[in-house]
């Protein structure tokens, strides 16, 4: 198994039960008193959340998760229920309670601040674009002009490409080819009904080592996106909680270890020091 547990996060389980903060008034305080909590993660993302057979999810996300619900916990046991989050059902997750936290290479972006509260951020990542290794008609992120382009349900990460500023940043014509998810993406770049993936370089580097020889990064960054943990809008306690978690986790190396664990031989420069936090409202 590629993924390790973390010490204290004691007795993970899978499955798919309701179970947000309900009459404990903040997360913090349901993984304290109950011992018990809800994560929300990818379950299709390779090297970030990544669930095969009846295990739990395995990944880097996974990983941070279990930190954070150990550091919270205080020394407790906690039982974790994993929950599978697409980027479509995020907000929605938290909102009525089905996941308590949710850590799934979560942009913290300025549409999403109104309806979240973000822990963190934990990492900083650059947002690149994959095509086929033998599409050799793109080399530049501006090659992309009039190309045909993943639009993943949930994700705002074609924007950046295809919008102009504020909100997105090339203002490029392109042919937006709508998808599940990034999983759902990589199939149809596979099968040539598209060009193009473009996403945080974590996420596309998983899904290239997966596959390797049939993908290419092209090391043409878009911008840099931090992701946070999300928390339903409001509880401060916890995002006070998960922010001191996150500063520990780059200070004892947890998160230099983790990172070089799920993505050292990628050839990605990974990042190498906690990301300013956002503050909690």
């Known amino acids: 198994m590629r993924g390790v547990a973390l010490a204290g996060a004691a007795v993970v389980v899978l499955a798919a039960a309701c179970g947000g903060a309900g009459s404990y008034a903040t997360v913090v305080d349901k993984i304290r008193n109950a011992g018990r909590v809800v994560v929300g993660t ?30 919270l916990a205080r020394g407790r046991q906690v039982q974790i229920t994993w929950r599978e989050s697409p980027s479509s059902a995020r907000e929605a997750l ?43 008609s793109i080399k530049k992120v501006t090659d992309l002009r009039g190309k045909r382009l993943c639009l993943a349900e949930g994700s705002n990460s074609y924007r950046r490409i295809v919008d102009p500023p504020p909100n997105g940043k090339l203002s490029l014509p392109m042919r937006l080819v709508p998808a599940a998810n990034y999983s759902d993406c990589v199939r149809k770049l596979a099968e040539g009904r598209l060009d193009a993936v473009s996403t945080e370089n974590l996420v596309l580097a998983g899904f290239a080592e997966q596959e390797p020889g049939h993908f290419r990064l092209l090391n043409d960054p878009v911008s840099d996106e931090t992701w946070g943990v999300g928390i339903k809008k409001g509880d401060t306690a916890t995002c006070e909680a998960v922010d001191q978690a996150v500063a520990e986790m780059w200070h004892d190396g947890t998160a230099t270890r983790l990172l070089r664990r799920w993505f050292g031989k990628t050839g990605l420069k990974l990042p190498s020091h906690r990301p300013a936090p956002v503050g909690c409202p």
């Open 94 to 136: 938290l909102q009525n309670g089905s996941a308590d936290l949710i850590v799934a290479s979560y942009s913290i972006t300025p549409s999403r601040l109104p309806k979240v509260t973000f822990g963190g951020p934990y990492i900083v990542t650059p947002q690149d674009t994959m095509v086929r290794a033998d599409d050799t």
């Open 42 to 71: 990818k379950w299709d993302q390779p090297g970030l959340g990544l669930k095969t057979g009846d295990g739990p999810p395995e990944g880097f996300d996974v990983d941070v998760a279990k930190y954070i619900v150990d550091h």
